[in-house]
């Protein structure tokens, strides 16, 4: 058995000696194995990548509410209302139905609605299931 048996991977070329001159080897300037690696090198180690998550989630929070666009909708707007995919008849059928007119906002985003005849609509829209209605 030489000398690299037993550390296996963690020897780079140059270390690689014969066995008499591996005991005059200073074993101060080897470096450790990174399974040998001291306590408190793991901590930084792991202080650095939890630094680089929380920079990774600030910057996809930054992306996402950069093109995040605020609904607001106020009693009289008038507002299309995204269509369920039973009022789709193909492909080419429009997305959006409508117009609808805001009879009441509450202050969770939900809207009640109701058609420009005045016929209500049963339930309440939340904003994004709306958008604004220019004529």
Known sequence: MGPTSGMGHCLTSNMRQGADEWSDVDH???PMCPRQQSKADVTSSIGDSNNRTEALKRRVEYKYNSKLRPRQ?????????KAHT???DNKLSPKWTGPFRVTEAFGNRAYMLE???GDAIPRTWNATHLKFYFS
């Open 28 to 30: 101060q300037d080897v």
């Open 73 to 81: 909708f106020q009693v009289a707007d008038l507002v299309m209302r």
């Open 86 to 88: 039973y009022q789709l």
């Open 115 to 117: 058609t420009l005849e």
